[in-house]
């Protein structure tokens, strides 16, 4: 037992370190474009907005045909995740830190990511991959997390979370079992209709196999659990503390999909065709603006979110659900962007949300 104590404080030394943050960023960037290579949709390894709105359209939660899917890469970073927190006991069942507004925060984000077309992650795999509509969107992101620095520093805080039944933090992760035995199963009703919608066309057709997706995913989910990877979190602490840890796993990403995606001829430098992407340069800002300020009011990235409902954080998985809301929102009402540019009232939804966003960031602050 002394044995594999000292093994487990080894493995955790090395992903606290420079060199396990940019492993793990590099690792994200490689398996990404690899997916991407295997079926993922263009510069789509791993985008956990994306993905969570092809599941709500699996589920009908919106009837946009061209992405309905069940992706497995969304459940196997949570089981992942899971894993390494039990495995290392971290696993804590946690809530209580304003779950309303984390739902509210999580539904904007969504709103934000779907008008750029991506999350931060998927934002530094278009980078990666050569389209330049991508600088719009991290400038945008950048942009929102630095709004969001300005209401941290002046006292911003969702407040404590508070320790709960074990059960509680288990339901997110019972959630993703569940979803990933659906994908598996397929069931059909009686008249031989699938019980789960699947896109027969478009972004939603386009997958890499179930077991590489679901391998790759669970790695990450592992390794992100014990490095504590968070594109959001990188930048924010940059900006806040001059601490470039988190921000060099980012870095590792971009490189390592550069790279990969060179060996693998996937590398198309431009503003236009580009896969899955508008060249709407305002709301690709203005887009990833939103979704930056919501990302870091919420406490990290959605991939970072993820991860820590994997560790029992009930108030995260709640920002996931807010996500997959505004997803169903944003398809249903013609919010999201498509290839061939801006939704009818995206814009008018990112300007919504920002007021949305900033009353939030001006209220709920311990000093003024």
């Known amino acids: 037992m002394g044995q594999e104590n000292q093994i487990l404080v080894k493995i955790s030394a090395f992903f606290a370190s420079k060199s396990g943050i940019i492993f793990v960023g590099g690792f994200i960037g490689v398996m990404a474009a690899i997916l991407q290579h295997e079926g993922n949709p263009g510069n789509m390894g791993f985008c956990i907005a994306c993905f969570q709105r092809d599941i709500a359209g699996a589920l009908g939660l919106h009837s946009a045909e061209v992405v309905q899917y069940l992706r497995p890469e969304i459940m196997g970073i949570v089981l992942g995740a899971f894993m390494a927190s ?7 069942a946690r809530t209580g830190s304003a779950p309303i507004i984390r739902f509210i925060l999580g539904f904007f984000a969504m709103i934000g990511a779907l008008v750029f077309l991506g999350c931060p992650w998927r934002a530094f795999l278009r980078l990666a991959g050569g389209d330049g509509n991508a600088v719009l969107g991290i400038a945008g992101l ?15 805080n969702l407040g404590r979370t508070k320790k709960t039944y074990p059960l509680v933090g288990l339901i997110l992760p019972g959630i993703m079992i569940a979803l990933l035995i659906l994908l598996i199963w397929d069931p059909v009703f009686g008249d ?71 060996a ?34 919420a406490g990290g990235c959605p991939g ?7 560790e029992g ?9 807010g996500m997959i809301a ?16 801006t939704g009818d009232w995206g814009p008018a939804a990112v300007i919504f949300g920002l007021i949305v966003c900033i009353v939030i960031g001006f209220t709920l602050r311990e000093k003024v």
């Not at 305002?282 to 603006?289: Q, S, T, Y």
């Open 86 to 92: 039990v495995m290392f006991k971290e696993f804590r």
């Open 326 to 341: 505004g997803a169903a929102f944003s398809h249903n009402l013609r919010l999201a962007s498509s290839p061939q540019g």
């Open 192 to 262: 031989d209709t699938n019980v789960i919608f699947k896109s027969t066309s478009g972004p939603g057709s386009m997958y890499a196999p179930l077991a590489l997706s679901l391998g790759i995913a669970i790695a990450v989910g592992f390794f992100a659990q014990r490095s504590r990877f968070c594109t959001v979190g990188g930048i924010r602490d940059t900006i806040i503390m001059k601490d470039y840890h988190l921000l060099l796993g980012a870095i590792a990403l971009v490189v390592a999909a550069f790279v990969t995606n060179i």
């Open 304 to 310: 970072r979110q993820l991860i820590l409902s994997g």
């Open 313 to 321: 954080n009930a108030d995260s998985a709640i920002f996931i659900l």
């Open 264 to 297: 693998l001829s996937q590398f198309n430098p431009g503003f236009e065709d580009q896969p899955v992407a508008h060249n709407d340069y305002l709301w690709n800002f203005m887009g990833m603006l939103l979704a930056g300020l919501a990302f870091v009011l």
């Open 142 to 156: 950048v942009a929102g997390i630095f709004v969001g620095t300005i209401f941290i520093k002046s006292g911003f």
